[in-house]
């Protein structure tokens, strides 16, 4: 946007035009004793305005105290990620100015270059789901998630009708803050939130999820890979879910994963939802990002959110029209599918952009890279004396979890190294764990530099039992 400055002379035409003598007028409708005048400006104790050359220096000021990821080896997840963005993607979806916006359009045909690239951003997610319906993104992968509970219950609603269907059960080690967002939604709901543990091997505990799924349960959700780090036998959760007839819904905070792993639509999910932050944005100091949300065809009119579909115009030509929208809140007020009747166009667009730059097979190989570093850092990190796997034995994709001691953060910072998250907050028997994680950034080296580092604190300290 240009900057158009105004002198006094103009200042006065303006207001001639639209029939004050005065700014202060324009505020005339603000009590006398709640305003300042133009006079008394003083008593607001504002700094005076600044030049371009000022200004730059200052920010730079600023900038300088923020610490940067990538002046860092960086080995923190846990939900965000460090991953390379390019600078196309930077590029295109913040310096074309076309692009620069957080919604989508309220009126169904117009903006055809947004619904465009929401259309192409749609068909990805189905690509990399294997499911058939996308919408238009979510505002996170935590609300995704809880999305996903509300609408397994619209669909339950539907199909039973004659049952009582009110429990929602998170399988395994799912995201503690993905966990807090979905019951705040069940609380409001009156919808009952069940937890099935991890079991010994960071997996979920198959026979403890047989007994959650009685005919009661609507829906039940796994994270895959988990919060621990651990890929999980979704075969097996899928078949546990089948007599009861519940909803399976597959859940990750790495959707680099799917390139290798099976998915979702493969595991037999119905609906797949996720955080889209690792694909094509920055960590933004954890936010904004994006939640993508997929399921079969046959639940499509109980999808939350919007929905682009491809039609052809008066012409006959190829175009796109916002569908389905008597299903939102905008039209139907409480009784929407959902709240969100808007999506996260510009991440979104960042993931369409980053996805078309890799392709398909750059894609693969990116996760391939960076299970090959995974498996160097574990077997590195493994060989310290102090230092053990939690699950040596489980299969991980880009996350795992090690056992020290306590405390270990700020030794590291000061070595420019910032270690695994500690785990000691997410529950007991936690203490001095840390979940490691690793992406295309991380080199070798850095993963030499953490081992050394953690070897050098390490030395003289028994390491605490894992449990």
Known sequence: MPFIQNTEAERREMLAAIGVKSIEELFADIPANLRINMADASKLKLPRGQGELEVTRHIEGLLAKTKNAGDYAFFRGGGIYNHFVSTVVDHIALFDSSFITAYTPYQPECSQGTLTFIFEFQSSICALTGLEVANASMYDGASALAEAMMMGKHVAEDKWRKEERNTFVLAGAHNPEYEQVVRT????????????????????????????LTRKVFAVAAQSPNYLGVIEDLDAVNAARKES???FVHCTSEPLSLALLQTPAEAGADIAVGEGQPLGNHQFLGGPAFGYFAARKEHL????GRIVSETVDKNGKRAFALALATREQHIRREKATSNICTNQ??????????????????FVELAEHTVAKTQYAMKKLGAIEGVKLVYPNSPVFNEFVIQAVPGL??????????????LDKYGKGRKGQYLVAITEVTTRQQIDAYANALAEALKGKAVASVK
Do not use: F, T
């Not at 009119?301 to 939350?304: E, G, I, T, Y």
């Not at 166009?345 to 398909?360: E, F, P, T, V, Y």
């Open 301 to 304: 009119r109980k999808m939350p």
């Open 409 to 422: 953060e700020k030794k590291l910072l000061k070595k420019k190294i910032v270690g695994g998250l500690a």
């Open 245 to 247: 007839e519940a909803l």
């Open 185 to 212: 939604y069940a609380d409001v709901a009156g919808i009952k939130v069940v937890n099935v543990p991890a079991g010994a091997e960071g997996r979920i505990d198959q026979e403890a999820l047989k007994k959650a």
């Open 345 to 362: 166009s510009l991440c979104a667009l960042r993931a369409l952009i980053h996805l078309a730059a890799w392709g398909k097979q750059g």
